[in-house]
């Protein structure tokens, strides 16, 4: 996480003895605590987002409103459950009857043209 190495931890190690001498211990214990309630803190404010947005985000991570996670999730991930194509073939009720149809066209072919459309 922090990306120490072996020889920064020793020199963190002789400042911190340095700096606190024989307090070290309880300066150490009291850093323990402070980052105990830090995490209790973290976790019932959770627990009370999830509690206040009722039952229909019950799956709601807060790791979702970070931008990345947020893109990776819904625009990089592929989504197989989702199916835009209704029982009649189409995604819309007025599609026109060449929407459906996917392929190349000939060379001196013209694509389809809708005057609805534009």
């Known amino acids: 996480m922090f990306d120490v ?3 920064e931890m020793a020199v963190l190690v002789v400042l911190a003895l340095v700096i ?11 850093a323990g605590r402070m980052l105990r309630q830090v ?6 404010a959770r627990s009370d987002l999830q509690e206040g947005l009722g039952p229909e985000f019950k799956d709601f ?4 409103l970070n931008p990345k996670t947020f893109v990776r999730k819904h625009l990089l991930e592929d989504d197989d459950d989702y199916t835009p194509v209704r029982a009649n073939g189409k995604v819309f009720d007025d599609e026109p ?5 996917a392929g190349e066209l000939d060379y001196d072919e013209r694509p389809p043209f809708d005057n609805e459309a534009t």
């Open 61 to 64: 991570d807060i790791a979702d």
């Open 97 to 101: 009857s060449y929407a459906g149809t």
């Open 20 to 30: 606190f001498g024989d307090r070290l211990p309880q300066v150490a214990g009291q």
């Open 39 to 44: 995490r209790q803190m973290a976790n019932s």
């Open 5 to 7: 190495g072996l020889g």
